[in-house]
């Protein structure tokens, strides 16, 4: 399989439509509570790369109005080695489960998306499911424009 290349500068800078989406989903807000499923359980949040706990916490809010019982990742910023991250988050679910706290589904946010990913695969009994959000699934960090920078300020070579 050939490797995945990083997107085009174009789609790089359409990035920026961030902010403007933002403003066009807060009025939205009240319908689209209404209009979204009801849910129920236990809800980690898992920041991408440079981001923390303050980062998600619109998407924190839309699923607790929703129903859910959501926890922040509470490791800080997500900046460090990838698999420390996993191992927290691991040792986290399997204190929770010793105390009987019910068993999580893990939403995670670009980066936060691997990691959720990486801590099903180390213990998915403790795991009720994942949703990834602009993760890259494929590629890893050659897939992405700011791969090398990810790496290097991780901590761990390529």
Do not use: C
């Not at 129920?40 to 790369?49: C, D």
């Not at 706990?53 to 998407?59: A, I």
């Not at 040792?91 to 009987?100: N, Y």
């Amino acid at each position: 399989m050939a490797p995945i290349a990083p997107p085009s500068i174009v789609n790089v800078l359409l990035e920026a439509r961030a902010g403007g989406e933002l403003a066009m989903l807060l009025p939205q807000w009240p319908m689209l509570r209404l209009m979204a499923p009801k849910g129920a359980g236990r809800v980690i949040v898992l920041p991408g790369f440079l981001a923390d706990d303050r980062w998600t916490w619109l998407l924190r809010q839309f699923l607790r109005d929703l129903g859910y019982q959501v926890e922040p990742w509470s490791l800080g910023v997500n900046r460090g080695p990838l698999m420390d991250y996993v191992t927290a988050i691991s040792s986290r679910l399997e204190q929770d489960a010793a105390a009987g706290v019910e068993n999580a589904s893990l939403v995670g946010w670009s980066r936060g998306g691997l990691i959720a990913r990486e801590v099903a695969r180390d213990v998915p009994h403790l795991v009720r499911s994942v949703v990834t959000l602009g993760s890259p699934v494929r590629g890893g960090h050659t897939g992405t424009r700011i791969g090398p920078w990810v790496v290097s300020t991780s901590g761990v070579s390529s």
